[in-house]
């Protein structure tokens, strides 16, 4: 018997044909054929590696930033540098007076809009309430003068600055003193306890316009005389020792002298034994 050599594929008395094998190249019925691999085509071989050189490179020249499309450096603005190194050499009351100087000129529309301008500052906004009241708030007529209560409440409760704070309450009481009164006083007199002393100072002086004014109300000033007892009420003990009170203590013991003035002497049960001694 006639043997094959290990790289000839038997395929005597078999229809089967190789997987691999061309299409009609069928080997002779009883014979054999080598398996041999395909020829490379070394055209499109360098055909493919050229286009995936070029669809690199391609990808890498999108991705690559050019000296044109690079962002500037924004540099920082003199002016709001200046400003905010101002903030440190001067104090807050030198500020407000001088936002208020700077805006006292301004038209009403321009007083509006700043007023509804979230990008101002505290000191500015402040002193944009400011300027409305002693320039405009006489001259707002009933349907305007709904519109800015409106505002002013809202600044007053969004704003965290005590300055707004008591810039707005302060307007709100010069446009309806009966209806502000009772809600502003006692928020006005506890900033008067506040650690920044121009806040104290303003508060004791837009309280002191407010007390000045005549006729004396026994309204407001029982509101006032229940507002300072029920803080002297709670610092009581802090009393027992003080023989001559302090620049905070003498303000609030000069609006309860006030209170007590125009209320009588009936009210003097009412307090501290503490603060009596200081009256």
Same mark, same amino acid.
């Not at 038997?10 to 078999?14: I, K």
């Given at each position: 018997? /006639?043997?094959y050599?290990k790289?000839?594929i038997?395929?005597?008395?078999?229809d089967?044909?190789?997987?691999?094998? #061309?299409a009609?190249?069928e080997?002779p019925?009883?014979?054999g054929?080598v398996?041999k691999?395909?020829p490379?085509?070394d055209?499109?071989?360098?055909?493919?590696?050229?286009?995936?050189l070029?669809a690199?490179?391609s990808?890498?020249? @999108? @991705?690559s930033?050019s000296?044109?499309s690079?962002?500037?450096v #924004?540099e920082? @603005? !003199?002016?709001a540098?200046?400003e905010?190194e101002a903030l440190?050499?001067?104090?807050?009351q030198?500020?407000l007076?001088?936002?208020?100087?700077?805006y006292r000129?301004?038209a009403w529309d321009?007083i509006i809009? =700043?007023?509804?301008d979230?990008s101002?500052?505290a000191y500015?906004?402040?002193?944009?309430?400011?300027?409305f009241?002693?320039?405009?708030?006489?001259?707002?007529?009933?349907?305007?003068? /709904?519109?800015?209560?409106r505002?002013?409440? #809202?600044?007053?409760?969004?704003? !965290?600055? !005590?300055f707004?704070q008591?810039?707005? =309450?302060?307007?709100?009481?010069a =446009?309806?003193?009966?209806?502000?009164?009772?809600a502003?006083?006692?928020s006005?007199?506890q900033k008067?306890d506040h650690?920044?002393?121009?806040?104290n100072?303003?508060?004791?002086?837009?309280?002191?316009?407010?007390i000045?004014?005549?006729p004396a109300?026994?309204?407001?000033?029982?509101i006032?005389?229940?507002?300072?007892? /029920?803080?002297?009420?709670?610092?009581?003990?802090? *009393?027992?020792?003080? /023989?001559e !009170?302090?620049?905070? *203590?003498?303000?609030?013991i000069?609006?309860?002298?006030?209170?007590?003035?125009?209320?009588g002497?009936? @009210?003097l049960n009412?307090?501290?034994?503490?603060?009596?001694g200081l009256?």
């Open positions: 018997m /006639k043997r050599s790289s000839v038997a395929t005597v008395g078999s089967q044909r190789p997987a691999c094998r #061309q009609g190249s080997a019925p009883g014979r054929f398996a691999s395909a490379r085509n055209t499109c071989y360098f055909v493919f590696v050229f286009l995936f070029f690199a490179n990808a890498w020249t @999108d @991705d930033v000296p044109e690079a962002p500037a #924004q920082q @603005d !003199p002016m540098m200046r905010e440190f050499l001067f104090d807050d030198e500020l007076d001088g936002y208020t100087q700077k000129d301004a321009e809009q =700043m007023l509804g979230e101002l500052s500015q906004l402040a002193a944009t309430i400011r300027v009241r002693q320039e405009f708030v006489k001259e707002t007529v009933a349907m305007d003068k /709904k519109s800015m209560e505002l002013l409440l #809202q600044l007053l409760n969004r704003s !965290p600055s !005590p707004v008591v810039e707005a =309450m302060d307007t709100l009481i =446009m309806d003193r009966y209806k502000y009164f009772r502003m006083i006692p006005m007199i008067l650690y920044n002393d121009t806040v100072a303003l508060a004791f002086d837009y309280l002191n316009q407010m000045a004014q005549e109300r026994s309204r407001e000033a029982q006032v005389f229940n507002s300072i007892n /029920k803080i002297l009420f709670l610092s009581r003990n802090h *009393l027992t020792n003080v /023989k !009170p302090g620049p905070r *203590l003498s303000q609030k000069k609006l309860l002298r006030w209170s007590i003035k125009v209320l002497t009936e @009210d009412k307090l501290p034994k503490e603060v009596i009256l």
